[in-house]
């Protein structure tokens, strides 16, 4: 086998070796990126959301019920539809799974300590206000509910605030790790670089050797190869940052406590806004793969033509 034949084949090896590593590892980074970010908007964010108006509607709750307990309307008033509010809001928390099954035990739990707290309110509302029995169920649903004072509850308390607490501690701890662009993110994304770098350099290498050993001023394949691995890559590169950022924003919209409906719904707004458009990038990943198979196609077929060209010369 000739030299020029062998540099050839040589040559044709290696950028196919290099278009297939660079494809698996951008396809490998750029997931690494977007699973989280499609996690983080549909289900997550919605679970940290339904913890903090379960935990709103049980403040204005406990606010009601002396009031309602006293008028002798416990459970057919403000505080039932509180009650309900929480409820609902638990078993959305429990279809979104956001901490698997602990959280669902989280929440089981929950309900049934919400259903001891309302029974002790109605039945504080059943007998004379300031009479024994009277205080005895008062006291009752306050040790059953907890301080509903956020910066007091502790997560390792028994209450329905403390266990609402820890159930929001682990939640915000999924979403810190699909938020986070952790040293594994990192690696992949730099090995990532390097390795569009070096199909790059190898596409140039390549189109100036068959240009000084042909004489062939432009090779079409080669030329489309590069542009479409230069603008492929950026476009991938500006959406990666976009779901970035917008994780990061969506996070720490998620982070800040919030004591008021109006307070959850301007978070679920921020992090709606910061998501936006994100399935439609994370839907991108087919395009790593097609665009890995197209440059395949186009190596070859810039090669392959050039490799029986110069083997007909020879044999003449």
Known sequence: MSSTSRELRNRLWLLVALVLAATVALLVSYEGVHKGAVSLGSSSAAGVRDVDTAREALVSAQQNAVTDAASDRAGTSGFSTKIAVATLSLTRAASENVTGLTGQQHIHTL?????SYTDSVNYAGQVPEGSLEHA???AAADSILG????????????????R???LQQEQLK???????FGWLLRVAWSL????????????AETHWYLRDRFGSRWNRQLLASGVLLLGGSAVLGVFTWQTHTGLFHARRALDRRHGSSHTISHAGATVA?????????????????AGG???????????????NEYRLKASR
């Open 174 to 180: 999924v979403v810190r790790r699909q938020e986070t």
């Open 147 to 162: 301080t509903t004072d956020a910066k007091k509850a502790e997560a390792s308390d028994s209450t329905v605030m403390g």
């Open 192 to 203: 990532t670089v390097l390795l569009v770098v070096l199909l790059l350099a190898a596409l």
């Open 111 to 115: 309900q049934g300590l919400i259903t």
């Open 136 to 138: 005895f169920h008062m």
């Open 293 to 307: 198979v197209i440059l395949m196609v186009l190596t070859v077929w810039a090669l392959v033509p050039r490799m």
């Open 164 to 166: 609402l607490k820890a």
């Open 273 to 289: 806004r910061r998501m936006a458009d994100t399935g439609f990038r994370a839907a991108a990943a087919g395009w790593i793969v």
